[in-house]
Nanobody
Framework: QVQLVESGGGLVQAGGSLRLSCAAS????????MGWFRQVPGEEREIVAA????????YYADSVKDRFTISRDNAKNTVYLQMNSPKPEDSAVYYC?????????????????WGQGTQVTISS
């Protein structure tokens, strides 16, 4: 398992932009599928985006497609989530997660390493 630390959360106005980062250590980052999830109180944790081991394949939830971009830099052991034109309904705690996998997986239950989360608040 890898250790994951998210950063970059905060308060942003709707229509602005924000970039989340997730730094990995202690494991095989380049062999891991990486995912970004989010959760609001009282709701299930949901997939936002995921990226394959080398970055050639990505997955996006319909709610963020064409607004958010997931990317990774295996040389820096870091995965990013660029959030453009965020909306108030994107407000949540955002988590990055990792799993050793040959293919993209999107269920939270499939991931075995998690960061501590970073709060993102989008004001209207």
């Amino acid at each position: 398992q890898v250790q994951l630390v998210e950063s970059g959360g905060g308060l942003v106005q709707a229509g602005g932009s924000l970039r989340l980062s997730c730094a990995a250590s202690g494991g095989t980052f380049s062999s891991s599928v990486m995912g970004w999830f989010r959760q609001v109180p009282g709701e299930e944790r949901e997939i936002v985006a995921a990226i394959s081991r080398r970055g050639g394949s990505t997955y996006y939830a319909d709610s963020v497609k064409d607004r958010f971009t997931i990317s990774r830099d295996n040389a820096k052991n870091t995965v990013y989530l660029q959030m453009n034109s965020p909306k108030p309904e994107d407000s949540a705690v955002y988590y990055c997660a990792a799993v050793l996998s040959l293919r993209i997986v999107i269920s939270p239950q499939d991931y075995d390493s998690w960061g501590q989360g970073t709060q993102v608040t989008i004001s209207s």
